[in-house]
């Protein structure tokens, strides 16, 4: 066991590598303006220079997709004018507005300026009778792929860490995007909620009686320290509850981050995309009422304002209180954030944005391990009982989980010249959590111990990075290269120390729960920073070069090189982690792709309810394997990708002990698709497959053996159709989990639970003010089930049937 030093005072070790950066970045700024490629261009603006262009024929939004990402210009309209539309394509040199008026040619349309890089798409003015048709337009992420039901919730690019912002279709990787739209018709309120229809991730809370940690993707648990970033900065937080009711989408990477987002354990990266400024004014207020009487308000704002509309600005504010839908449970929710942004020159950008978030639950409990008697000494997995209906109060109303967020960002972001930027980003986060809950020990007649944990975290986070990034063509060739440093530090302490929070409170049966009498007093939350016993510190830079070979091929080249430093884990390692990925087009709408990822993570911690709680195990490596094909025409998508992950196996024998020994193997396929099969009825599914085992253990017994608390089958549907001529839309969903085993040699499962939807929403136009009325029942057949946790026996309540009722207006 590694012991534990006292507190000390922090170092400033850290302020070498942020100086660096800085250094760096000024200087790679100052020797990018003599660049042969930005000497060339630097004196005249995009729309004016002349380039050589080679786009095949297609359909119209595929081509001007690519005239868009080759002539690195926006494109700004409604989705629907470029539908249904083909075009010839183009080959030789042309100014980016000759480009423009020869694909547009005959097709109706026209594109209108709208600064150097930016042009809005238009029907064109009717001739005859000297009319003018223009409709409003809409800014869209790729054209055609704005996140809207009316494009089945597709976006066209995401951020994918060090590669920036690319074309999902010419990303080698799985990531899923949520969009602003989609968050907002489901009336989603957490993490769990939002991806719920999402096959490779498993069931998890709402966020509405205890934290939720169990999130998992692809049978695997994201880092608690680097498994969440905000804009793509580090966001440390053990939950997945940031209000998403600020969010613009949310991206999920599937499997190893690795050199995208740097040292991290494996199990995906969840990306918050916070709102940002609107080019117009926009404001909005919506509310949601739950059956049970939880009431939540939300308003939004955004715009520009000053000389040539230099300042934006957006502003969110929620707040949220009353009852849950478990017998004697209350809930209280408040955030607020704002993002603001200069533009200091047409070339330099700084923007700035800071978010609050604090939400209290009263009535609910960590989480039930089913064992043989009861009692609390005995962690032997066995008997569990069967499912309890959601609304069933098992635990004192006086319990209570609190949390509280906190972070700020900003970015200076400078355009160098029409080929390379310069980013440099900087994030601040804390999280802070105090549950006052009980874990329950049941048998399979439903006696239980409960055992009350009281104490008070707080997690740091601090990120500097600068992110240089560019192409340079040589010859038939374009590369797209990036070269970055990164600083990032987490900080965890709690007020008790490492395994002495808990207070056994007593034993009763679940058929009729014990109301015990609280035994503590509310602890303050300046005890939080008490007892530190995590320090962190990753130094790491990162170089990549993506090379575009004629139209069909796409090769990467990546890789990552720092050190992990954990300073009560008593280790300093260094390791470069590669990426390597080849991506091919047979056809414009389709994609083949292979890549490899390895990542560095940090050693793995006995937990606070383990025999040898607060322990740290040294780091280790990660490799991930993963061919798929990837298809975007016009009115659907569909993505189908085969992986093998392998990392470090943890887990809590018979004894309590926890242990990291031999390797969890993860081998899967998943499958997705999204479209339009009408123009009034959109569908969305996605299934699979998972075989997640014990590999090369000292324990001959779970070799080969299934991992704990990991579904090997999980199936979902989404659906959505509009009624012809109306404005009325019907929604609904299912899910399908197989049976999940919950101790280590396989012998104890939770059964399969199928869970359906159903929904409508109806839009009112009030004189150019939109009204949307919405209705979501989750949950319909009021199913009792067991939710689980990757790697863990522990169990917990599913959410009973849910009527959400909501209402928005759009200014």
Same mark, same amino acid.
């Given at each position: 066991?590694?012991?534990?030093?006292?507190?000390?005072?922090?170092?400033?070790?850290?302020?070498?590598?942020?100086?660096?950066?800085?250094?760096?970045? #000024?200087?790679?700024?100052?020797?990018?303006?003599?660049?042969?490629?930005?000497?060339?261009?630097?004196?005249?603006?995009?729309?004016?220079?002349?380039?050589?262009?080679?786009?095949? #024929?297609?359909?119209?939004?595929?081509?001007?997709?690519?005239?868009?990402?080759?002539?690195?210009?926006?494109?700004?309209?409604?989705?629907?004018?470029?539908?249904?539309?083909?075009?010839?394509?183009?080959?030789?040199?042309?100014?980016?507005?000759?480009?423009?008026?020869?694909?547009?040619?005959?097709?109706?349309?026209?594109?209108?300026?709208?600064?150097?890089?930016?042009?809005?798409?238009?029907?064109?003015?009717?001739?005859?009778?000297?009319?003018?048709?223009?409709?409003?337009?809409?800014?869209?992420?790729?054209?055609?792929?704005?996140?809207?039901?009316?494009?089945?919730?597709?976006?066209?690019?995401?951020? @994918?860490?060090?590669?920036?912002?690319? !074309?999902?279709?010419?990303?080698?990787? =799985?990531?899923?995007?949520?969009?602003?739209?989609?968050? @907002?018709?489901?009336?989603?309120?957490?993490?769990?909620?939002?991806?719920?229809?999402?096959?490779?991730?498993?069931?998890?809370?709402?966020?509405?009686?205890?934290?939720?940690?169990?999130?998992?993707?692809?049978?695997?648990?994201?880092?608690?320290?680097?498994?969440?970033?905000?804009?793509?900065?580090?966001?440390?937080? /053990?939950?997945?509850?940031?209000?998403?009711?600020?969010?613009? /989408?949310?991206?999920?990477?599937?499997?190893?981050?690795?050199?995208?987002?740097?040292?991290?354990?494996?199990?995906?990266?969840?990306?918050?995309?916070?709102?940002?400024?609107?080019?117009?004014?926009?404001?909005?207020?919506?509310?949601?009422?739950?059956?049970?009487?939880?009431?939540?308000?939300?308003?939004?704002?955004?715009?520009?304002?000053?000389?040539?509309?230099?300042?934006?600005?957006?502003?969110?504010?929620?707040?949220?209180? %009353?009852?849950?839908?478990?017998?004697?449970?209350?809930?209280?929710?408040?955030?607020?954030?704002?993002?603001?942004?200069?533009?200091?020159?047409?070339?330099?950008?700084?923007?700035?944005? @800071?978010?609050?978030?604090?939400?209290?639950?009263?009535? $609910?409990?960590?989480?039930?391990?089913?064992?043989?008697? $009861?009692?609390?000494?005995?962690?032997?997995?066995?008997?569990?009982?069967?499912?309890?209906?959601?609304?069933?109060?098992?635990?004192?109303?006086?319990?209570?989980?609190?949390?509280?967020?906190?972070?700020?960002?900003?970015?200076?972001?400078?355009?160098?010249?029409?080929?390379?930027?310069?980013?440099?980003?900087?994030?601040? !986060?804390?999280?802070?959590?105090?549950?006052?809950?009980?874990?329950?020990?049941?048998?399979?007649?439903?006696?239980?111990?409960?055992?009350?944990?009281?104490?008070?975290?707080?997690?740091?986070?601090?990120?500097?990075?600068?992110?240089?990034?560019?192409?340079?063509?040589?010859?038939?060739?374009?590369?797209?290269?990036?070269?970055?440093?990164?600083?990032?530090?987490?900080?965890?302490?709690?007020?008790?120390?490492?395994?002495?929070?808990?207070?056994?409170?007593?034993?009763?049966?679940?058929?009729?729960?014990?109301?015990?009498?609280?035994?503590?007093?509310?602890?303050?939350?300046?005890?939080?920073?008490?007892?530190?016993?995590?320090?962190?510190?990753?130094?790491?830079?990162?170089?990549?070069?993506?090379?575009?070979?004629?139209?069909?091929?796409?090769?990467?080249? %990546?890789?990552?090189?720092?050190?992990?430093?954990?300073?009560?884990?008593?280790?300093?390692?260094?390791?470069?982690?590669?990426?390597?990925?080849?991506?091919?087009?047979?056809?414009?709408?389709?994609?083949?792709?292979?890549?490899?990822?390895?990542?560095?993570?940090?050693?793995?911690?006995?937990?606070?309810?383990?025999?040898?709680?607060?322990?740290?195990?040294?780091?280790?490596?990660?490799?991930?394997?993963?061919?798929?094909?990837?298809?975007?025409?016009?009115?659907?998508?569909?993505?189908?990708?085969?992986?093998?992950?392998?990392?470090?196996?943890?887990?809590?024998?018979?004894?309590?002990?926890?242990?990291?020994?031999?390797?969890?193997?993860?081998?899967?396929?998943?499958?997705?698709?999204?479209?339009?099969?009408?123009?009034?009825?959109?569908?969305?599914?996605?299934?699979?497959?998972?075989?997640?085992?014990?590999?090369?253990?000292?324990?001959?017994?779970?070799? $080969?053996?299934?991992?704990?608390?990991?579904?090997?089958?999980?199936?979902?549907?989404?659906?959505?159709?509009?009624?012809?001529?109306?404005?009325?839309?019907?929604?609904?969903?299912?899910?399908?989990?197989?049976?999940?085993?919950?101790?280590?040699?396989?012998?104890?499962?939770?059964?399969?639970?199928?869970?359906?939807?159903?929904? @409508?929403?109806?839009?009112?136009?009030?004189?150019?003010?939109?009204? =949307?009325?919405?209705?979501?029942?989750?949950?319909? =057949?009021?199913?009792?089930?067991?939710? =689980?946790?990757?790697?863990?026996?522990?169990?917990?309540?599913?959410?009973?049937?849910?009527?959400?009722?909501?209402?928005?207006?759009?200014?």
């Amino acid at each position: 066991m590694v012991k534990h030093r006292p507190k000390q005072p922090a170092k400033n070790r850290y302020k070498p590598l942020v100086l660096s950066i800085h250094i760096i970045a #000024a200087s790679s700024m100052g020797a990018l303006s003599w660049l042969p490629a930005a000497q060339a261009e630097t004196t005249r603006s995009v729309s004016q220079a002349t380039q050589q262009f080679n786009i095949p #024929a297609g359909s119209l939004s595929q081509v001007l997709a690519r005239l868009s990402a080759q002539a690195g210009i926006y494109l700004v309209g409604a989705s629907e004018l470029a539908s249904g539309k083909n075009s010839a394509g183009l080959q030789g040199s042309y100014t980016v507005e000759n480009a423009l008026s020869q694909i547009l040619n005959g097709t109706g349309l026209v594109a209108v300026a709208q600064g150097d890089i930016s042009y809005a798409l238009h029907e064109q003015a009717n001739q005859d009778d000297g009319q003018s048709v223009t409709l409003s337009t809409l800014q869209v992420q790729g054209l055609g792929m704005d996140g809207s039901a009316a494009n089945a919730y597709r976006v066209g690019d995401a951020f @994918a860490g060090a590669l920036g912002n690319m !074309s999902k279709q010419n990303t080698p990787f =799985t990531i899923e995007t949520y969009s602003e739209n989609y968050i @907002a018709n489901l009336q989603a309120r957490s993490l769990g909620e939002l991806t719920k229809f999402d096959a490779a991730i498993s069931l998890s809370g709402n966020n509405l009686l205890t934290e939720n940690n169990a999130f998992s993707i692809r049978g695997i648990s994201t880092d608690f320290d680097t498994g969440q970033k905000l804009d793509g900065m580090n966001f440390r937080s /053990r939950a997945k509850d940031l209000p998403l009711e600020h969010l613009e /989408r949310v991206e999920i990477l599937k499997g190893a981050g690795g050199f995208l987002y740097g040292f991290a354990a494996p199990g995906g990266i969840i990306n918050y995309v916070l709102k940002r400024p609107t080019d117009e004014f926009k404001a909005s207020v919506s509310t949601q009422l739950m059956d049970s009487g939880l009431l939540m308000v939300h308003g939004d704002v955004g715009g520009r304002v000053g000389p040539e509309q230099v300042f934006g600005y957006r502003v969110n504010v929620v707040s949220e209180a %009353g009852d849950t839908y478990v017998d004697d449970g209350e809930a209280y929710r408040k955030s607020a954030s704002v993002a603001l942004d200069l533009r200091i020159t047409p070339d330099l950008t700084w923007q700035v944005d @800071a978010l609050v978030s604090e939400r209290k639950s009263y009535g $609910g409990y960590f989480s039930i391990s089913p064992n043989s008697d $009861g009692s609390f000494t005995d962690r032997t997995v066995s008997n569990i009982v069967s499912p309890i209906d959601g609304d069933k109060s098992l635990a004192p109303d006086w319990t209570r989980y609190e949390s509280e967020h906190i972070t700020t960002g900003s970015d200076l972001i400078w355009q160098v010249n029409d080929n390379w930027n310069n980013k440099l980003s900087y994030r601040y !986060s804390t999280s802070y959590r105090n549950p006052l809950m009980p874990i329950l020990y049941v048998d399979g007649d439903g006696n239980y111990s409960a055992t009350l944990f009281n104490y008070n975290n707080l997690f740091k986070s601090y990120q500097t990075q600068n992110v240089l990034s560019g192409a340079i063509e040589t010859g038939p060739v374009t590369h797209n290269m990036a070269f970055g440093l990164s600083h990032t530090r987490t900080i965890s302490s709690n007020s008790t120390g490492i395994g002495t929070m808990s207070i056994p409170l007593g034993s009763g049966n679940l058929s009729s729960p014990v109301d015990f009498d609280r035994p503590v007093g509310h602890l303050d939350k300046s005890d939080a920073s008490f007892n530190e016993y995590s320090r962190i510190t990753r130094k790491e830079a990162f170089i990549s070069d993506t090379l575009n070979v004629g139209d069909s091929w796409d090769f990467i080249i %990546g890789a990552r090189y720092g050190s992990l430093e954990d300073d009560y884990g008593d280790y300093k390692e260094s390791e470069i982690t590669p990426s390597f990925a080849a991506i091919y087009r047979p056809l414009e709408w389709m994609s083949i792709y292979a890549s490899y990822v390895e990542a560095f993570e940090q050693g793995a911690t006995a937990p606070n309810t383990a025999a040898n709680a607060g322990e740290v195990f040294q780091p280790l490596i990660s490799k991930q394997y993963e061919t798929g094909i990837k298809v975007d025409y016009d009115n659907w998508s569909a993505n189908m990708a085969v992986f093998q992950l392998q990392k470090g196996l943890t887990y809590t024998d018979g004894n309590d002990v926890f242990s990291q020994d031999g390797e969890a193997r993860y081998e899967g396929i998943e499958f997705s698709t999204r479209g339009k099969i009408t123009e009034h009825w959109l569908v969305g599914a996605s299934a699979m497959w998972l075989d997640a085992t014990n590999r090369k253990t000292t324990n001959p017994s779970l070799e $080969g053996e299934p991992i704990q608390g990991v579904a090997d089958k999980q199936f979902r549907l989404y659906s959505e159709y509009q009624v012809p001529n109306t404005q009325l839309t019907f929604t609904g969903g299912a899910q399908y989990t197989s049976s999940v085993p919950l101790d280590i040699a396989n012998q104890w499962h939770v059964g399969s639970v199928t869970l359906f939807d159903l929904g @409508a929403r109806y839009e009112i136009d009030l004189n150019k003010q939109l009204l =949307t009325l919405r209705i979501n029942v989750e949950n319909l =057949t009021d199913k009792a089930y067991w939710l =689980t946790s990757a790697g863990s026996s522990s169990i917990a309540q599913g959410a009973p049937r849910t009527i959400k009722l909501g209402a928005q207006l759009d200014f």
